[in-house]
């Protein structure tokens, strides 16, 4: 099992950015594939961008796409999610997950994750 934690949040301007971290607790975090998604008020949690095991393949949103980018390092058990050029449809609740070796599932789909961090709220407002 893993426990996950985000932070970095906040509030920022149109334009402006912001890196989220994810922490992991445990021992086996390489072996877990990453994701983040989001959640609006009012609207469905969506997909954000993901990362394998290795951080060597990553995908995006194509809402996100050429502004946002995920990393992780292995050796902090950290998934990062470094976000750009910031718009007011961005604000949401972010979270970090993990999927495990054997999960099913698509790896876009809130079903293809095991474990999920408590959220971290990003505002983008003038």
């Known amino acids: 099992q893993v426990q996950l934690v985000e932070s970095g949040g906040g509030l920022v301007q149109p334009g402006g950015s912001l890196r989220l971290s994810c922490a992991a607790s445990g021992r086996t975090f390489s072996t877990y594939r990453m994701g983040w998604f989001r959640q609006a008020p009012g609207k469905e949690r969506e997909f954000v961008a993901t990362?394998?095991?290795?951080?060597?393949?990553?995908y995006y949103a194509d809402f996100v796409k050429g502004r946002f980018t995920i990393s992780r390092d292995n050796a902090k058990n950290t998934v990062y999610l470094q976000m750009n050029v910031l718009k007011p449809e961005d604000t949401a609740v972010y979270y970090c997950?993990?999927?495990?070796?054997?999960?099913?599932?698509?790896?876009?789909?809130?079903?293809?994750?095991?474990?999920w961090g408590q959220g971290a709220q990003v505002t983008v407002s003038s």
């Open positions: 990362t394998s095991r290795s951080g060597a393949s990553t």
């Open positions: 997950a993990a999927r495990s070796l054997t999960r099913s599932g698509s790896i876009y789909a809130i079903e293809g994750y095991d474990y």
